[in-house]
């Protein structure tokens, strides 16, 4: 069947540490991977993606890249912000028999101390 | 705007009342999902609309929870006789067949 599994949290980084987020995952078919990202009081909004083997996704300085090979797809950021701190989603999306299902990893929080 | 809408915001309710949170998706959008999601934890899969095929209802975790949705319009998730562990955030989501999912602001239900 379909999983993500991602790093256990809490993280906390001082400002401009460098930020990884492990994401691995588990899928039948082939499969787009998300991140989401969850700010305090805040919904959940897309924060990249990649549909595709070796593609990268990227915004706002962060970056994750599809591993086939590895069943990857690691957030990283050069140089983290005290307003990144946030909850951290890996999800991926496959073609199901009926329609496009989605899978969710359990969260990673991030704190970012000045 | 354009984006995926809940009602109420919030929701307190006392244990053993049913409740119905309502989800307005992105127009066009066949897919249409709900989460919860409990204080401090992850996404939890409820149940998951596409088009007119019939519903994934696989997440939901007891016969309490039910949802509708109207050909690809206005869905509804009904929680009956809630009870405390019901309280939770629960979200709306929706999509293209294939694409990214676009998350509502959530529902904060409260059962005391």
């Known amino acids: 069947g379909n999983s993500v599994t991602q790093m256990e949290g809490p993280v906390t980084l001082s400002e401009e540490a460098f930020l990884t987020i492990n994401c691995t995952y588990t899928?039948?078919?082939?499969?787009?991977l998300f991140w989401y990202v969850q700010y305090p009081g805040e919904g959940l909004q897309l924060l990249l993606k990649?549909?595709?083997?070796?593609d990268k996704g990227s915004n706002k300085g962060f970056e994750a890249t599809y591993r086939k090979e590895t069943t990857s797809f690691h957030l990283e950021k050069g140089s983290v912000q005290v307003s990144d701190s946030a909850v951290y989603f890996c999800?991926?999306?496959?073609?199901?028999?009926?329609?496009?299902?989605?899978?969710f990893g359990t969260g990673t929080s991030l704190t970012v101390i000045p | 705007g354009a984006g995926v809408s809940q009602s109420p915001s919030n929701k307190v309710t006392e244990k053993g009342k049913d409740v119905e949170l309502r989800c307005d998706p992105i127009?066009?959008?066949?897919?249409l999902y709900w989460y919860r999601q409990r204080l401090g934890q992850g996404l939890e899969f409820l149940i998951y609309?596409?088009?007119?095929?019939?519903?994934?209802k696989s997440g939901l975790p007891s016969d309490r929870f039910s949802a509708e949705r109207t050909g690809e319009s206005v869905s509804t998730l009904t929680i009956q006789r809630t009870q405390q562990e019901d309280s939770a955030v629960y979200l709306c989501?929706?999509?293209?067949?294939?694409?990214?999912?676009?998350f509502g602001p959530g529902t904060r239900l409260t059962v005391l």
């Open positions: 999800a991926l999306s496959d073609q199901g028999n009926t329609g496009n299902q989605f899978y």
């Open positions: 127009s066009g959008h066949t897919a």
């Open positions: 989501a929706s999509s293209l067949t294939t694409y990214t999912q676009y």
């Open positions: 990649a549909t595709k083997a070796d």
């Open positions: 609309f596409q088009g007119n095929s019939a519903p994934d």
């Open positions: 899928a039948t078919g082939y499969p787009s």
